[in-house]
Nanobody
Framework: QVQLMESGGGSVQTGGSLTLSCAAS????????MGWFRQAPGMAREGIGI???????TYAGSAKGRFTISRDNAKNTLSLQISSLRPEDTAMYYCAADLGRAYTCRTSAFYYKTWGPGTAVTVSA
């Protein structure tokens, strides 16, 4: 079973950029759809995007243009680049794995059963 650990969060100013990483250990990362999700204080969790094992990505409508998801199956890592950060991007960011699918990844968090503990991003005005 795969275990996930996010890193790279922190405090940044509006307009800045961040790259979040998700390190996977155990078995299964290279054959799983992966996703990035976030949850702002007092808000429901929302999906940012998903990536299949071949690197094909799908982004939520709100994430298109400023978020880039990539993965390195050889290094068991997943990344999320965020540019032009805004205060409303302040949230806990989570990576998650859908071990039941490698392609045609599902976007709903319901199917992602393995989660990391999250990394916090705070964007100040």
């Amino acid at each position: 079973q795969v275990q996930l650990m996010e890193s790279g969060g922190g405090s940044v100013q509006t307009g800045g950029s961040l790259t979040l990483s998700c390190a996977a250990s155990g078995y299964g990362f290279s054959s799983a759809c992966m996703g990035w999700f976030r949850q702002a204080p007092g808000m429901a969790r929302e999906g940012i995007g998903i990536i299949d094992i071949g690197g094909t990505t799908t982004y939520a409508g709100s994430a298109k243009g400023r978020f880039t998801i990539s993965r390195d199956n050889a290094k068991n890592t997943l990344s999320l680049q965020i540019s032009s950060l805004r205060p409303e991007d302040t949230a806990m960011y989570y990576c998650a794995a859908d071990l039941g699918r490698a392609y045609t990844c599902r976007t709903s968090a319901f199917y992602y059963k393995t989660w990391g503990p999250g990394t916090a991003v705070t964007v100040s005005a």
